[in-house]
C-alpha cells in the first residue's frame, strides 16, 4: 500500500496551481531595467533629436509587455499575485480598443476570479481617466458586486469621474469630427462617439458624485478628501460641482472647506469657459465662482495645499485671471520681441485676431 499511497500523494504535488510570484517579479525587473536604459539614454542624449531617436530606438513599449502579463495570470487566475500582474496591464491607456487588446481578457480575469478582493480599490482609482468600456466594465462590475465600502466608494467616485471626462471628450469629438487625431479610432468606436448623447452621460456622472457623496464619502480621510478636491478641478468635468458643494456644506474641518471652497470656484470658473459666448447663464455662474474664489481667499487663505502654496494664493490667481483673462474681456497689454527682433505690443494688433505662442528652449 505504501507505494500506492506515495504515487497518489507525488500526483496531488505535481497538480498544485502554478505559484506566479517569481515569474511576475522576473517581468517586473525586465520592464523596470528598460525602462531605465531609456531614461539613461534620455540624459544622455546631446539634442532633441536624439532624444526622439533614443524614444523610437528604447522606450519600453508598455504595450509590448501588457500580454505578457496577462498570460502570467492565465496560468492561475486565482492566484493573488494574478491580481497584480493584471492591475499593471490595466493601469496603462493603450488608446484605441482592438480586439487583441490585453485590457480586454484582463478584465474580464479580474471579473471571473478577483471581483470581490479588496485590493481593487487603487486599481479602481487608475481607472477615472481611461475612457475606454473596458475600464467602464470592471468599475461597474466593482460597484455591484464587491462587498468591500471602500473599494466600492473608489469604484463610485471612479466610475463619477470616468463618465464626467467621457462626457467632455464626447463634446470634442462631436465639435471637431473631422480633426486628424481621431483616425486611430475604428469605424464603430468613431460612430458610437457619434451617437453619444453627452447630456446623459453628464447626468450619469453627476448621479455618481451624489451617490458618492451620500453613501461613501465618510469612508475618505482628511488627506484624500483635500487631494480629491484638487484633481476634480481637472478631473470632475461639469458636474463635480455636485460632490464639492456637499463636501463645502457638510465637512466640519476647515482645512477640507477651504479647498472645497477654493475647487468649487474653479469648476464653475472652467464651466462658465465652456458655455457659449451667447449663453446668457454664464455671467451667473462666473459670479459665484468669483464669490467662492473671493470667500476661498478671505476665509481659508492661509491653509496650505500639497502644491501651489496656500488656498489664499491660488485663489488671488484665479480671481485675476477670472476678472482679465475670461472671454468678452479686454485683452492686458503685453510686451516683447517677436522671432524677427522686433519689439511689439499687443496693442498694436487690437482688432485682428491674435494668436499668442508662449514657448521656451530648454
Known amino acids: 500500500a505504501w507505494p500506492a499511497l506515495w504515487s497518489q500523494s507525488n500526483a496531488k504535488s505535481d497538480d498544485k496551481p502554478l505559484t506566479l510570484a517569481p515569474q511576475h517579479q522576473a517581468l517586473l525587473k525586465e520592464y ?23 524614444y523610437r530606438e528604447k522606450y ?3 504595450m509590448t509587455y501588457a500580454p505578457k502579463f496577462v498570460e502570467i495570470a492565465e ?32 478584465v474580464d480575469l479580474l471579473i471571473q476570479h478577483h471581483i470581490q478582493s479588496e485590493k481593487l480599490g487603487p486599481v479602481c482609482q487608475s481607472l477615472r481617466i481611461n475612457l475606454q468600456k473596458v475600464e467602464e466594465k470592471l468599475l461597474r462590475a466593482v460597484l455591484e458586486n464587491n462587498p468591500h465600502k471602500n473599494v466600492q466608494a473608489e469604484a463610485c467616485l471612479a466610475l463619477a469621474q470616468n463618465r464626467a471626462q467621457f462626457a467632455t471628450f464626447v463634446k470634442r469629438v462631436q465639435e471637431r469630427p473631422d480633426v486628424n487625431q ?31 457623496a451620500d453613501k461613501h464619502l465618510v469612508q475618505l480621510n482628511q488627506q484624500r478628501l483635500t487631494s480629491l478636491c484638487q484633481n476634480l478641478v481637472y ?33 464653475l470658473k472652467k464651466q462658465a469657459d465652456r458655455l457659449p459666448a451667447t449663453d446668457k447663464s454664464a455671467a451667473a455662474v462666473r459670479a459665484e465662482s468669483e464669490k467662492l474664489l473671493e470667500r476661498a481667499q478671505e476665509k481659508y487663505g492661509d491653509v496650505k495645499m500639497s502644491y501651489y502654496g496656500t488656498v489664499g494664493a491660488k485663489a488671488k490667481g484665479e480671481l485675476f485671471d477670472l476678472r ?39
Open 32 to 54: 523596470q531595467a528598460s525602462m531605465k536604459a531609456y531614461q539613461d539614454a534620455v540624459r544622455n542624449a546631446k539634442s532633441p533629436e536624439d532624444q526622439q531617436k533614443v
Open 235 to 267: 478631473s470632475g468635468g461639469n458636474s463635480a460641482d455636485v460632490l464639492l458643494r456637499t463636501v463645502l456644506e457638510k465637512d466640519p474641518r476647515r482645512e477640507v472647506q477651504g479647498m472645497a471652497c477654493l475647487a468649487l470656484g474653479q469648476v
Open 182 to 212: 481621431w483616425s486611430y479610432y475604428s469605424k464603430e468606436e468613431f460612430e458610437h462617439l457619434l451617437k453619444t448623447d453627452p447630456v446623459k452621460v453628464e447626468a450619469e456622472s453627476a448621479r455618481l458624485f451624489k451617490e458618492f
Open 75 to 106: 496560468k492561475n487566475p486565482q492566484d493573488p499575485v494574478a491580481l497584480d500582474a493584471l492591475a499593471w496591464v490595466l493601469e496603462f491607456n493603450f488608446g484605441s480598443q482592438s480586439k487583441n487588446d490585453p485590457r480586454v481578457r484582463a
Open 324 to 362: 482679465n483673462l475670461s472671454v468678452g474681456k479686454t485683452a492686458p497689454e503685453v510686451e516683447g520681441i517677436d522671432q524677427d527682433g522686433r519689439k511689439f505690443k499687443i496693442s498694436d494688433y487690437r482688432g485682428k485676431v491674435v494668436f499668442l505662442d508662449f514657448w521656451s528652449q530648454y
Open 60 to 62: 519600453p513599449n508598455k
